[in-house]
DNA sequence: GATAAACATCATACGACGATGATAATTTAA
DNA sequence: TTAAATTATCATCGTCGTATGATGTTTATC
């Protein structure tokens, strides 16, 4: 569903709501935890700062942390700059032009579906994540 | 969402679909009328007619034709040898254990949408798509 | 300043997907 | 039996996502 590289930054947004403070976190440190490559971690979450979903800083005691509380991130956001707009591409079929007045034969059955999807990333905030008995998993 | 091999199939299986008989079609004429590539449809076509969707026949006046009638064809069917069990990978966080019992952080939430899409696939069939646009959909 | 720690960036590699073109194998029909 | 039409298969290619390793750049501390 979603590419690696975006179920990276999520895990990574995750990781850091987990840990609330303002505290920066260091790329070996998260990388090592979700056992994630770092270089490559390194430049996804580059991405994510660019995207203003992260705040990082350089030099001795850099790290990053989220830009703003998780209960004003949304799926969508973390998301996005990997995956485009996630369900948005609505028309199962591939056709540029589908909508309710000139639909595929699918339009009709897989538009609620694909709907469903899409709210689901655009309205479910990080901190709704975070109520869950289990969030911090250290893998062995 | 499919994958661009997954969709050339699904078109095609409409294609037929919506033109029931028995016929064989050529891959050239259904190639050119969907504006697909043709030697790649060729082995798209092959591999759908491996998985049993499909009866092919070779030479002459050969072609492809549906192995079944449409209301027993699912969509599950047509796009599983290409994109796998479409939704079936439930976890959004890439867990490979991610159960109700062992949930990740996303998995109360996600499962209900991961489930309908599921569902999509698994349930409609190939003559649902045919009674062409806005026929009735029964979900509440 | 000098050094070390950390993010930022560059170059490269590998595999999968999508695609193209050529050749083989099979069947029909003259 | 030969020719033509059609699927089946093989070889190759370009792009992209993922990943690795090395090098640059910034900052804190001594």
Request: hydrophobic share 35%; charged share 25%; aromatic share 6%.
């Amino acid at each position: 569903m979603l590419s690696q590289t975006a179920e990276y930054a999520l895990r990574t947004v995750l990781y850091l709501a987990a840990r609330q403070g303002d505290e920066l976190h260091r790329v070996s440190e998260i990388a090592e935890d979700l056992d994630i490559p770092q270089n490559y971690l390194s430049k996804t979450l580059h991405l994510l700062a660019r995207a203003g979903v992260l705040t990082s800083s350089r030099g001795k005691h850099g790290g990053f942390r989220l830009s703003k509380p998780p209960s004003k991130i949304t799926l969508a956001e973390v998301v996005a700059p990997f995956d485009g707009p996630t369900g948005a591409r609505i028309c199962l079929l591939g056709r540029v032009a589908c909508s309710d007045k000139d639909p595929c034969p699918a339009h009709g059955r897989w538009k609620s579906v694909s709907n469903e999807v899409s709210t689901f990333f655009r309205e479910t905030k990080v901190s709704d994540l975070l109520e869950s008995p289990v969030a911090r998993v250290k893998r062995a």
